[in-house]
């Protein structure tokens, strides 16, 4: 997405989802997308990085990512992301996620 299809200015956006520490552990919270795949570069107990990259009919993309545990309530993940688009776009993405604790379980978030 361009910021000119944004009007310029960056977008909020409230999203609700649980990740669990074994999500983490592994690559669990990015293994929902067949057509990606992941590489963790670095892991620290309160930090991991690694890249992206995925490949289907509506094009491709390339990307790296870094999440950082700010505290132990606490989350922040930055990703960017380049590729193009089947129709003939292009993508340039840069993403900032913060995240807190909300529960000891995640019963009643949607995955």
Same mark, same amino acid.
């Given at each position: ?20 520490k ?8 990015? +293994? @929902? ?15 991991m ?5 995925c490949?289907?009919? +509506?094009? +491709? ?7 950082v545990a &700010?505290s ?5 993940? @930055? ?18 996620? @913060?995240?807190?604790?909300?529960? &000891?379980?995640? @019963?009643?978030?949607?995955?």
């Amino acid at each position: 997405m361009s910021l000119a299809m944004n009007g310029g200015a960056p977008k909020v956006s409230p999203y609700k989802t649980c990740l669990t520490k074994e999500d983490l552990e592994g690559a669990g919270a990015f +293994q @929902k997308d067949e057509s990606c795949t992941h590489k963790i570069s670095a892991r620290t107990p309160t930090r991991m990085a690694g890249s992206s990259s995925c490949k289907n009919d +509506q094009g +491709q993309t390339r990307g790296d990512f870094e999440i950082v545990a &700010a505290s132990p309530e606490t989350i922040v993940m @930055k990703t960017t992301s380049k590729g193009s688009i089947a129709k003939g776009g292009a993508v340039d993405m840069r993403m900032e996620v @913060k995240g807190r604790w909300a529960s &000891a379980s995640c @019963k009643g978030y949607d995955d």
